[in-house]
Nanobody, 121 residues
Framework: QVQLVESGGGLVQPGGSLRLSCAAS????????MGWYRQAPGKQRELVAR???????NYADSVKGRFTISRDNVKNTGYLQMNSLKPEDTAVYFC???????????????WGQGTQVTVSS
């Protein structure tokens, strides 16, 4: 089956930058949408950024102007560049992708395991 593996999380000071990567593997025919979600302790999981086929993007108001989502279709990899990080950005970040699998009708909603991002002085 299709799998998503995230990397790039860690500890950073306020004002710092971090880039998250999400590599998709498996029998992939096409990736339609890719997105990043985050969840802080005791809070609901929320959409951070999303990019769809055709490169249209959406961002949460709290990250507009600071975060940039992108994708490399050749590598089947998505990225989230995070600049000017704030303590309130601290959360577990999850990669999500809507994927068409080879030989399987319909689409598959894939999720990564999550990676911790901590912004603290």
């Amino acid at each position: 089956q299709v799998q998503l593996v995230e990397s790039g999380g860690g500890l950073v000071q306020p004002g710092g930058s971090l880039r998250l990567s999400c590599a998709a593997s498996g029998r992939i025919a096409n990736i339609y949408n890719m997105g990043w979600y985050r969840q802080a302790p005791g809070k609901q999981r929320e959409l951070v950024a999303r990019i769809i086929s055709g490169s249209r993007t959406n961002y949460a108001d709290s990250v507009k102007g600071r975060f940039t989502i992108s994708r490399d279709n050749v590598k089947n990899t998505g990225y989230l560049q995070m600049n000017s990080l704030k303590p309130e950005d601290t959360a577990v970040y999850f990669c999500n992708a809507l994927i068409a699998r080879i030989g399987v009708p319909g689409t598959y909603d894939a999720w990564g395991q999550g990676t911790q991002v901590t912004v603290s002085s």
